[in-house]
Structure formats: structure tokens, C-alpha cells
Nanobody
Framework: QVQLVESGGGLVQPGGSLRLSCVAS????????MGWYRQTPGKERELVAT???????NYANSVKGRFTISRDNTKNTVFLQMNSLKPEDTAVYYC?????????WGQGTQVTVSS
């Protein structure tokens, strides 16, 4: 069982920045595909960014050039640096871990972009 704990969400003005963190329990982090997803009320959860164990990254078109996903395997932590935030980035952001067929989710952290 893997537990994921997100932090770093909050209220920020348009054009601002936030850095989300997700700490994973257990000893399999280095083998895990990690990702950030987001969800707004009434909509399906959508992919934001993913990072493979070897560091290969993938981004949704809507965040390319603004968001950066990274990982620190020594701290079992994945990060999402979010710059140039827009009101449409407002959502609950979830961390996801996938190892083989096993998928784990964090509890989510709210990001609100508003003036």
C-alpha cells in the first residue's frame, strides 16, 4: 500500500506561481510512474503532467511551457512547479502513483487562481 500526501495548494493571483509537493510512503517510489491530475466540479479528472521512473515527462497541452514536473527519489517526493497561473487552472490537484497495475491517489490539494 502506498500513501500519498499533497501540499502546497492555495490562493494565488493570475500570473503567479505555486509549487505542489507529493510525498509517497513505502520503498517503491523509484519504480513508480508519478503524475499530477486535476479536477473541477462537474468535470472528469484530467491529466496535468506525468514523470516516469527514469525522468521522462509528459504534459497536457494546456500547461506546456508553464508547469514543470520533477521528482526527488531520495525524498520519495514529486513536485509540480506552476508558473503563469490562469483562472482556468483553478482545480483540486491530485497526485497519482502507478506501479504495474497498482494505482494510488492522494487526497488532493485545492489551487485557486483569482484576483
Amino acid at each position: 500500500q502506498v500513501q500519498l500526501v499533497e501540499s502546497g495548494g492555495g490562493l494565488v493571483q493570475p500570473g503567479g506561481s505555486l509549487r505542489l509537493s507529493c510525498v509517497a510512503s513505502g520503498s517503491i517510489f523509484t519504480m513508480s510512474f508519478m503524475g499530477w491530475y486535476r479536477q473541477t466540479p462537474g468535470k472528469e479528472r484530467e491529466l496535468v503532467a506525468t514523470i516516469a521512473p527514469v525522468g521522462t515527462t509528459n504534459y497536457a497541452n494546456s500547461v506546456k511551457g508553464r508547469f514543470t514536473i520533477s521528482r526527488d527519489n531520495t525524498k520519495n517526493t514529486v513536485f509540480l512547479q506552476m508558473n503563469s497561473l490562469k483562472p482556468e487552472d483553478t482545480a483540486v490537484y491530485y497526485c497519482r502513483s502507478m506501479v504495474g497495475l497498482n494505482v494510488y491517489w492522494g487526497q488532493g490539494t485545492q489551487v485557486t487562481v483569482s484576483s
